[in-house]
């Protein structure tokens, strides 16, 4: 991409908010849109404040992303890093085979062990 251009399907609409929102005992994050170095700041404060809080598992749902890069890979590892801190857990839900792809080029894969679905997520191990 050159200077200038815009990603295919790229919009000047505002980022889409994320939703936060609790199943069981846990606190799922829906990211939304794109996963940017934009939308990194909004998206790291939110996700701070849920990291630090009470939730035994914290869940990032990837599933409405529409375009994830490295930004979106410090979002999860700092996120990763500060829940597991306190002793919660971090699950991540994806079936987007390019993000999925890029975990796996960077070797974050298996670390982060995407589930399909929240549900699935919330009774990872």
């Known amino acids: 991409m050159r200077q200038g251009e815009q990603r295919r399907g790229a919009t000047d ?4 908010p994320p939703v936060v929102y609790e199943t069981g005992d846990c606190v799922v994050v829906e990211l939304r849109g794109e996963v940017d170095i934009v939308t990194l700041q909004d998206s ?4 701070e404040t849920v990291a630090a809080g009470p939730a035994a598992t914290v869940v990032i749902d990837l599933t409405r992303t529409t375009f994830f890069d490295c930004s ?3 979002l999860l590892m ?4 500060r829940v597991e801190s306190r002793g919660g ?3 991540v839900v994806c079936s987007q085979p390019l993000t999925l792809r890029l975990l796996e080029v960077t070797g974050l894969l298996p670390l982060f062990a995407p589930a399909p679905t929240v549900e699935a997520a919330a009774r990872q191990d």
């Open 13 to 16: 609409a505002p980022p889409a």
């Open 44 to 47: 790291a404060a939110l996700l």
């Open 72 to 74: 979106g890979l410090t």
């Open 78 to 81: 700092r996120t990763r890093r």
């Open 89 to 91: 857990r971090l699950r």
